[in-house]
């Protein structure tokens, strides 16, 4: 069993920085290049996280023999987020280790993992057995690659093409959760910060599911406020769910004449950034303004004060996404929607409901 002092041996590195890297610690100060070198490193030693050493004391899973026999199976993950952008979010690094994980499960080798460096080249996709697709991705370049590829299964993102398989967490819902919470915890004026893709018209900018049910439990109210949301735009999704956006649109909503007494921020790491925009305009967390974001990464725990968070499932978004992937391989001829449960974690960045 290969140890994390070995990796740090490989990489030269302390054993505390591989943990801590492996741990997705954002709080850590350490170069892209020596993080990245980290993972592949463990990767390649097939470094067992504690998880996976409990499930290999398990008993073997009744995988059907249709996919024991099919161990030439190739499977290729097309992720919206380029490497450096993964790297630099846990969620989605989750996301994909769940995949890769129940693959060596079940035997079927990951051929190819594409992302948006480059353009998808989709001869490469002639012969692969099924692609997960992670994240948002435009209905054109689903459906080109439906042409070529016999299975597609989306991952943490519902193109709202029935015909797909999809698995993920009901991000509307959620958000409708954290803002009736708010509300019982007698927050009024909530703002909202998010992103939406340049090519999106504009009602395509208000249609992310968490923008989308922000707005419509507000209007449910007749509080709605357009000023409340602040929205960062870039080429593609992905790009605009960053700390950098968050911290800026942050600051476009506290610079407001009344400024909101909490924000719900689209992800963990915009959140982050809020934090830092709160802090320099000389505020509270959460006495002044509360904040509230989506994914529960590792370092959230760790903010100060620790951040409240509707925690969503990326592993298992990913673990599902292979069992999903597995049916149709055996023979499964129609699709499924799968949505995972959510959980809301409160921690010092706002004041729980009195109800939960």
């Not at 809301?344 to 409901?353: E, H, L, N, Q, T």
Request: net charge negative; with cysteine; charged share 20%.
């Amino acid at each position: 069993m290969v140890t994390i002092k070995e990796i740090a041996k490989a990489v030269g590195v302390s054993s505390g920085t591989v943990s801590r890297v492996l741990n997705y610690d954002q709080t850590l100060s350490v170069s892209e290049a020596k993080r990245q070198a980290i993972i592949e490193t463990a990767e390649a030693l097939n470094y067992a996280t504690p998880r996976a050493r409990k499930n290999a004391l398990l008993p073997p899973l009744n995988i059907p023999m249709a996919s024991h026999a099919d161990v030439s199976a190739h499977v290729a993950i097309v992720h919206f987020l380029a490497p450096q952008e993964e790297l630099v979010d846990p969620y989605y690094v989750g996301v994909r280790l769940g995949i890769e994980a129940r693959c060596r499960e079940y035997k079927i080798e990951i051929a190819r993992v594409f992302n948006p460096d480059v353009p998808v080249d989709l001869a490469m996709l002639t012969g692969i057995s099924a692609t997960i697709v992670v994240g948002h991705h435009p209905k054109v370049e689903i459906e080109a690659m439906a042409k070529v590829c016999p299975h597609l299964i989306m991952a943490d993102f519902n193109p709202r093409m029935p015909q797909f398989d999809c698995v993920r967490a009901d991000l509307g819902e959620a958000t409708t959760t954290i803002l009736d919470s708010l509300e019982q915890a007698g927050y009024r004026r909530i703002g909202f910060v998010g992103g939406y893709e340049l090519m999106d018209n504009d009602a395509l900018m208000h249609g992310e599911q968490r923008c989308k049910a922000f707005i419509e439990w507000h209007e449910a109210r007749g509080s709605y406020r357009p000023e409340l949301m602040a929205l960062g735009q870039s080429e593609r999704f992905g790009q605009n769910l960053r700390l950098e956006t968050g911290y800026q649109q942050a600051k476009s909503l506290l610079a407001l004449d009344t400024p909101p007494d909490a924000i719900v921020a689209a992800n963990d790491n915009m959140a982050i950034g809020a934090y830092r925009a709160i802090q320099e305009a000389g505020m509270s967390i959460p006495d002044d303004v509360a904040v509230v974001a989506f994914n529960d990464i590792p370092v959230a725990q760790f903010l100060n004060p620790p951040l409240s968070t509707m925690r969503i499932p990326g592993e298992l978004i990913g673990e599902v996404a292979v069992d999903l992937l597995v049916e149709r391989l055996n023979g499964r001829d129609y699709s499924k929607h799968v949505t995972l449960p959510t959980e809301m974690v409160w921690r010092g960045s706002a004041k729980k409901p009195p109800l939960t």
